[in-house]
C-alpha cells in the first residue's frame, strides 16, 4: 500500500502464492464389496498464483469540482497438481478437472488436424472431427479489470463504471443446436462455400466446394466449433445525482435529500460471442459446468429512480 501527494494517489498491490490441498473429489469408485460404488474423498492439490491491483486517483479536487478515478486489475493462473492417486482426469460431460491443466479445462470433440495445425476435410470438403476428444478451450480469463469515475459539481454528481473481462471460453450451446436447423444468424449464407482446409486423402489445400446447410450441419457434431472468446466490456452502471442545498431544508425536518438516476447493464461489447450475453453461467456457479452458455436468459437492463430523506 502506497499513498502520495496527501493521498490524492494511493495504489495497493498484492500477489500471492496458494497452494489448495485435501480439494473434495466426488464420485471416486471403490470396491462394490463395501456396499457402494463409489464415494468422495479429500486428496486434490491445486495451486493459484496471481496479483491483484487497485489505484485510487483524485485529479481534482475544489470546493465546486471534484473527479475522482478508480482503477482495478487482477490476473490470476491457476493448475491441477493431482487428483486422487494415479487420476489424471475428471469429468462431468461439461468442463474437466486435468492434472498439469487450469481448472476449468473444456473437454470434448475437437477438430481433425494436420502437424501444422490446419483443420482437415474429407472428399465432400467438409471439416472432419478428430477421432480423439482433448482440450478445446480454457474458461478462465487472461485478466480482469474496472474503471469507476466520479465527477461532482457543486450539488450534482455522476459517475460510470466499467467492467472488462480479457480472455476465458465459453461454449455456446445455442449456436451448437441451432447449426442443425439453420437458426443461428450466421447461418443466413446458405449459399456454396470452399472451407479453407486440407483435404485428408491427398493433403493438399481442399479446393471442393459445399452447401452452406451441410456445413453447418457438420459443425453441429464438433464441439469445438462453438467455443467460443467470451471477453467483454460492459457499462455496468451509470448514475447522475443531485443533492439539496442544506440551507433549503432549514424549516424541514430533514438533514438531507438527494434525488438520483441509476442505469444497470446499458451496454456491453462482446465482438467474439455470438450469444446474448457472455457472463451468463447457464448452470449457475457449480464447480463442474462453469463457460457454458445454453438458452439463458441473458442479464437484464434496469433503470433506478431514487429520492433519499434523512432525518
Known sequence: EAGFFNNRI???ASYFNKKTIDGIIPSVAIAPSTGYAATSVNSAVMRNTGIEILLNVSPIKSRDFSWDLTVNYTRIRNKVLSIYKDTKQLGNGFTNIIVGQPYGVIFGTRYAR????????????????????????????????GINSNFRYKQF????????????????????????????KVTEDRGPRVF?????????PNTVSTNGQAYYQR?????????????????????????????????????????????HNL??????????????SSFGSSN???????FSTPTSKSVDFSIKFTL
Open 157 to 184: 454528481n455522476f459517475s460510470f463504471f466499467f467492467d472488462v473481462k480479457k480472455g476465458g471460453d465459453i461454449q455456446n450451446n445455442v449456436d451448437g443446436y441451432g447449426y442443425f436447423y439453420g437458426t443461428p
Open 288 to 294: 463442474g459446468a462453469q463457460g457454458i452458455y445454453s
Open 114 to 145: 494436420n502437424a501444422a495445425g490446419k483443420i482437415l476435410t474429407d472428399d465432400a470438403g467438409l471439416p472432419l472431427a478428430d477421432d480423439t476428444q482433448g482440450i478445446i478451450g480454457n474458461i478462465n480469463p487472461d485478466w480482469l479489470g
Open 196 to 204: 479453407d482446409g486440407i483435404n485428408a486423402t491427398t493433403g493438399q
Open 10 to 12: 494511493t495504489l495497493e
Open 267 to 280: 451496454w456491453i461489447h462482446a465482438p467474439h460471442f455470438t450469444g446474448g450475453d457472455p457472463e451468463v
Open 219 to 263: 459443425l453441429n457434431v464438433i464441439l469445438e466449433s462453438v467455443i467460443q472468446d467470451a471477453s467483454y466490456i460492459k457499462l455496468r452502471n451509470i448514475s447522475i445525482g443531485y443533492t439539496v442545498k442544506p440551507v433549503w431544508l432549514v424549516k424541514t425536518p430533514f438533514k438531507s435529500a438527494n434525488f438520483s438516476v441509476t442505469g
